[in-house]
């Protein structure tokens, strides 16, 4: 599997910061660079590469003529403007490398070309990176008004062109130009569809490494609204349950461990995949968590056992030597399980009675029947004790929604009935009559008769986890080439791009000039050690959110076909509380919009260790860390 994370990694060192030779450089970069940087890198990588320190390209600098500056953007107006402004009076740089994310457009291009950057200016170049991996199968847009903007009548922004660059900017990373598919019942979809396919050719022509597969990879862009379960019901799995039931902000998790002398200590951590045990169980379903971790932590204290009596019967320094280097890896492991068993711990502390009577009820409903296979008639019965009871006001909300969407809608009366109830405050009540914009019926005069899709059986193994995320169903289809053409056709003639279309030859950009440095051979041999090209890509990208259960959906697909390369996208992922507020939000005047994130600090910004779905703009305490 080629992993996003790594591809980008790999970009950033051999592309940007590697071909810069000198003992003195800086890196200047924009929110969208920053957050790259930071889910790719540790900020004692960056030093390793020579980077001394790293500034945001929209504050003041002081002017470091020594240096080489190296600049990577976004190539924006307002970015450009900032790079000419370094060099109107004096150099702020003696020699400067700049590096866009993306194709500069002409009219942006021209800015640059002044006396006083091109005398500074050693490299010019435009990379495919407006993308942010949250993982190495998952991306995000960076954009939390994403689902605001794609859903609310009071939005006045189309993004079509930004989200279409966006996904065009991760096939060519990914050196692939993929049939592009959509649902034929979204025509806000199918205006995407058109847009991705246009930019993919306009980049195609740009970019020679953009080649078809033997096997065409696919890109399938999905309406939020064709499955609005998955982002609410209570999925329980490591990694989503942990989200869900624990308060978990910016990825970071507060626990308590015992150190090498018995102590307990309090400690903040990243939950991102470079911790080998989350990533080997965050897709677990939590049954089984706590036990395996246990097992595995027996295991480890076994060989520690081991090892410290192996040190008491060393017989030379040599042996010693050996022993006393594996030490501290044993400690920093030992750290990592003491991390899981706690979170385990309180996951299962969180999934309380009441919790698991809600999320039956949640089963039975999206199901459409109970585990013994008993049809549900009565939605409302289904939720009327559990919403009720002392189950906090998001899980009743979550409970209304899904009734809702479940039975398309309920009478004036029965709404307001259960409102009342509940004791759910009026102004979170267009959480639930928000829906409309999402194209559920809320308020009917009758009941509407809901037919049952179609879908294939899977085994159940939990009762309280029956539902499979529809993108499964999708992303399973398409690799096995049954998704319908009429439900989900291709922008192109499906039969033509069935065949390998022919490459021609590359329309390359003539207005780099000698600015533009050539890739060596030496790094285009790294970049095919990172890209698998005999793999065809399935890219999943779902307008305005992903849930989790659809994230961990998507890796079990790729598990299952090993012979695919499986992603999944959107402009942000959401926890159900999120996914119940933005949908709450909806009838609200637009948000207010901050387009660079503040920075911490006079000098520098926050460099922030772990996943690239904390805000990198903000200092996150005592696991943040600074450039200075």
Known sequence: ??????????????????????????????SLALRLLSATFRMSEIIDLGITVVEDLHKGRKPLTDFHGIYLCAPTS??????????????????IHVFFLDVLPDSVFSKLATPSISKVMKTLKELSMLFVPLESQVFSLDDEFGFYDAYSRNSRQDKTTHIAAVLGSLCATLEDSPIVRYPSSSDKIATLAAAVQQRLDFLRGLNPKMKTKQRRSQIILLDRPFDLYSPLVHELTYQAAAYDLLSIEKDTYSYKYEDSKGRQQTRQTFLAEEDDLWRRFRHEHISRVFRDVSKSLQEFASKKQQLTSSAGSAKDTKDIKEIMKQIPQHQEQMAKYSLHLDLASNINKAFNLKVEKATMAEQNMVMGETPEGMKVRDFIDQISSVILSDIGEDNKLRLLMLCVIAKQGLKSSELQQLLDKTGIPEPRHPCVTNLESLGVPVVVTKTNKTKPVKRPEREIEFNLSRWTPLLKDIAEDAIKGKLDLKSFPCTRDAPALAEDDDDGEAVTSARKGGWAKKRNKEKESADKKVIDRDRPNLILFVQGCISFNEMRAAYEVAKAYPDWDVY???????????FINMVGSLSKPPPEKTLVRPATGSDGLAFVTGNSRTDMGQAASPVGEEFL
């Open 1 to 30: 599997m080629t992993s996003l994370k790594q591809l980008v990694r790999e970009t950033i060192r051999e592309e940007v910061i590697k071909p810069v030779r000198t003992e003195f450089k800086l890196m200047i970069v924009d």
């Open 78 to 95: 307002e970015n450009v403007e900032h790079i000419r402004k370094d060099f109107e009076d004096s150099p702020t740089y003696g020699t």
């Open 568 to 578: 999944i996208g959107s402009q942000t992922v959401a926890t159900p509380v999120k």
